[in-house]
Structures are given as structure tokens and as C-alpha cells.
């Protein structure tokens, strides 16, 4: 299981008092598989960090879905528009295996910052590679063929791939399950 506080001193130097403040504004939560934690539609006010388990971030339009991340052990993460604007998400995120998250609250992440310039750097730096990481995946699927994408995905996410169901994977890739059977074959 992922450890937090360890990946929170790994990401960013926080002084004790920091972390040990956090310690005490953050909440565990486990998530049968299936079970949402944020419709479309709701204000994102989490930040997320996986423990253990496997989520997906996605949208709908009318009977399409859209994947655009997944996030398992060791991640933090948000949907950030939402969470930074207290705006409704665009996006649901769900648990795609029972899933154990540590949350930190929006208010609780607001005034951290404002009290702490350590917890304030280590904000900044989550949302600057957060950008970083959607810039890349929009240049991606705008960029790349589908078989390109495909390997580069295997390649990233080795660890977790196997996890996700073969109809993730393809909608995630923006093609057809008999298009990803297809690439898959031609090795």
C-alpha cells in the first residue's frame, strides 16, 4: 500500500509541522469497485492520493465515453479545473477495483497554503505537473496515430495496464475495441 506522507516528502520537502498538520485534516476512504467518487455535474473538492486500487477519470456524451486518465497507486491527483474554481466537473471519477484513497479537503489544502509557504510549493509543483502531464496527452491524441498511442500507453503504464479492461483501454486511445484487437496482433 502507497504511503502519503511518504510520497508528500518525496514530491516536495515539508518540515514535520507541516506534515503533521496534514496528518490531521486528511481522511482515509475505501471504495467498493463501481462506486463514483465525483459525478459530473458536482464541485470536485478533493485532492486525491491512491493508496491502493485503481480509478479513471471520464466524461459522456449522450452514449460515448471519453477516458481521459487513469490513476493508481502512488498518485495524486484532482480534477483540477473543478477543484481550483469550486466549479462543476466536466468529469466522474470511479473506482475500477476497490479502491483505498487518502483525501485532502479544498479548504483545508487553501488555508495549508496560506499558512505554510513549504505546503504552497508543494500545491504549485502537483498543478504544474498536472498541466504538464495534460499538454503531453492532448499532444498525444492529436499527434500520434492510434498504434503509436497504444505502445506509448503499454510503455507508461506497465505496471497497471493489465488492469484495465481492454474497452478502457481502447476508449481511452479514441478508437474501437476491434481497432486496439487489431494493433495488438500486429506486434
Known amino acids: 500500500m502507497a504511503d502519503f506522507f511518504q510520497f508528500c516528502k518525496q514530491f ?23 462506486t463514483f467518487l465525483l459525478h459530473s455535474g458536482d464541485t470536485c473538492r478533493y485532492l486525491y492520493f491512491v493508496n491502493e ?13 471519453f477516458i481521459m486518465r487513469f490513476f493508481s497507486e502512488n498518485l495524486l491527483f484532482s480534477v483540477f479545473d473543478s477543484y481550483i474554481n469550486q466549479t462543476p466537473s466536466k468529469f466522474n471519477l470511479v473506482a475500477l477495483e476497490e479502491t483505498t484513497v487518502t483525501l485532502i479537503r479544498h479548504e483545508t489544502m487553501e488555508a495549508l497554503c496560506r499558512q505554510h509557504h513549504a505546503m504552497e510549493t508543494f500545491f504549485r509543483k502537483l498543478v504544474s505537473i498536472a498541466a504538464t502531464k495534460m499538454m503531453k496527452r492532448i499532444s498525444e491524441m492529436l499527434e500520434e496515430n492510434a498504434t503509436d498511442r497504444y505502445w506509448l500507453f503499454v ?6 495496464h493489465q488492469r484495465i479492461s481492454l474497452g ?4 481511452y486511445l479514441g478508437i474501437t475495441q476491434q481497432s486496439l484487437s487489431r494493433i495488438r496482433t500486429t506486434q
Not at 28 to 34: A, E, I, L, S, V
Not at 155 to 160: F, Q
Not at 168 to 171: E, F, L, M, N, T
Request: charged share 35%; no cysteine; proline share 4%.
Open 53 to 65: 486500487g485503481l480509478i479513471k477519470s471520464f466524461s459522456e456524451k449522450g452514449d460515448k465515453e
Open 168 to 171: 478502457d483501454i481502447a476508449k
Open 12 to 34: 516536495s520537502p515539508l518540515e514535520d509541522t507541516v506534515l503533521w498538520e496534514l496528518s490531521q485534516h486528511t481522511i482515509t476512504k475505501t471504495y467498493p469497485k463501481g
Open 155 to 160: 510503455e507508461e503504464n506497465n505496471a497497471i
